[in-house]
């Protein structure tokens, strides 16, 4: 059985799941020298502890073979992943954080949006953990991986901006790709603000932290070229030689997922 891709306002990369978000496809995209990115290789996700056994034979039926949990480990302790429990799946916990809480995104802003900083800090300060979670992913098994967090939108916005990157993919797609999260994380953001008020916590700081404008990846992706020069030499930098970023790019590109 090959599960459906929703059409949903022409973003036909969205899996329409009864208890998730936020599941998309990382195919379909162009890359500068004219290539196509490849379905069912690598898809991101928001959490998946309220998927219906429905959605899991869905799932399955993309061919998925890995799960790689971004969480932290109260996160998956409060809110366990069911995908773990599959035999059929490997599943990895490789928490891009210790510990992660909406007062982290703000240390250190200086301006009304503090997602470009939070995001320029986690690339220099999870270094090590960014490098396992690629790593990962090119020594998965052939099939579909998918990589998730709470909302699908900071921990895996940004990798998947860096596996698209690696892929040459243009950076209007890089940055349409995390913009679509907005949209997609509506009712999930709605939750997240209630819960907030319920505690007396700042929704309005809380609130732009929820965001995912196209403007916040344009940053990112124009910081990184600054900083490091591009996508593959900021992974090079953190570890990956060459011949690990082309087994990376290739799990998107090439028209068989590269072997173990």
């Not at 320029?120 to 690629?134: K, N």
């Not at 921990?155 to 790709?177: E, K, S, Y």
């Not at 953190?238 to 028209?255: E, H, K, V």
Request: glycine share 8%.
């Amino acid at each position: 059985m090959t599960a459906p891709i929703s059409e949903d306002d022409n973003d036909d990369r969205h899996l329409a799941l009864s208890g998730a978000y936020n599941v998309r496809d990382l195919g379909g995209y162009r890359t500068r020298s004219g290539g196509l990115t490849r379905r069912r290789r690598l898809l991101r996700a928001d959490s998946p502890h309220r998927l219906t056994s429905g959605d899991l034979d869905l799932l399955l039926g993309t061919g998925l073979r890995t799960v790689i949990d971004l969480r932290a480990p109260h996160e998956l302790a409060n809110a366990p992943n069911p995908l773990g429990e599959i035999a059929s799946l490997d599943y990895l916990h490789l928490p891009l954080f210790d510990a992660l809480a909406p007062a982290n995104v703000h240390e250190g802003a200086t301006g009304p949006d503090p997602l470009p900083e939070f995001y320029a800090r986690t690339l220099s300060t999870r270094a090590p953990a960014l490098r396992d979670v690629m790593q990962a992913i090119t020594e998965a098994p052939p099939g579909a991986v998918m990589f998730h967090c709470t909302a699908g939108k900071d921990r895996t916005g940004l990798i998947a901006a860096l596996l698209l990157g690696n892929a040459d993919v243009r950076d209007a797609d890089i940055v349409a790709d995390y913009a679509s999260t907005e949209r997609h994380i509506a009712p999930l953001v709605a939750e997240f603000l209630d819960l907030a008020r319920i505690k007396g916590s700042d929704t309005d700081a809380y609130g732009r932290a929820l965001r995912s404008r196209p403007e916040t990846m344009q940053r990112v992706l124009a910081d990184i070229a600054r900083d490091y020069g591009s996508v593959p030499e900021y992974l090079a930098g953190i570890g990956l030689d060459s011949a690990a970023r082309a087994r990376l790019a290739a799990r998107l590109l090439a028209a068989q997922a590269p072997p173990r």
